[in-house]
């Protein structure tokens, strides 16, 4: 008489099922839904959502010790893959940030050559305003006989007028 026995974890994954028995050194054949364990007249079949075991009761206690194994590297292999994933999730998410980063410092030093920009020609447009006042200056001042000596100080610059008797 054969038995049918749900596992406590349940095989869902085909991949990591093989897996288990391949790291078990278990021998097995595949037919279609079903993983047939020879060695220990188990047979794995799958019912649509999951691996279901059927054996023999004359054996119970052995094939019940090679469930256990099975299932505790199932699990092992299962947390493997879910380290793996979040490993590879914190690797996509940190890219993701890196390249946000990037692109906002680009953005910056984009936004830094314009304000260099916008600055040297707010100073050429001083400089030459400063140019052209003190050419008014000095031509009114020739006109009305002022004689006119121009002194730099600093960023500054002195005028200053004497009067032509």
């Known amino acids: 008489m054969s038995h049918r026995i749900k596992t406590l974890t349940p ?6 099922l093989i ?6 050194k278990i021998n097995f054949s595949i037919y279609f839904n079903q993983i047939n364990l020879r ?3 188990l047979l794995l079949e799958y019912d649509g959502t999951r691996y279901t075991a059927t054996y023999d009761s004359w ?19 299962e947390e493997e893959r879910r380290r793996r994933l979040e490993e590879l999730r914190r690797k996509q998410l940190a ?15 984009e936004e830094l050559r314009r304000l260099e920009q916008a600055q040297k020609q707010a100073e050429e447009r001083k400089r030459k305003y400063v140019e052209q006042t003190i ?4 031509q009114k001042a020739k006109e009305q006989g002022y004689s006119v000596k ?3 100080v600093g960023n500054k610059v002195k005028i200053v007028l004497r009067r032509n008797v």
């Not at 897996?19 to 078990?24: E, G, I, P, Y």
């Open 59 to 77: 054996q119970s206690s052995k094939q019940r010790e090679l469930l256990r194994s099975i299932e505790k590297e199932y699990k092992k292999l």
């Open 150 to 152: 121009m002194k730099k």
């Open 11 to 16: 095989f869902v994954d085909k991949e990591l």
């Open 135 to 138: 050419e008014k200056i000095q």
């Open 95 to 109: 890219a993701q940030e890196y390249q946000r980063l990037k692109q906002e410092a680009l953005k910056e030093a």
């Open 19 to 24: 897996n288990a028995l391949k790291n078990l």
């Open 39 to 41: 060695n220990f007249n």
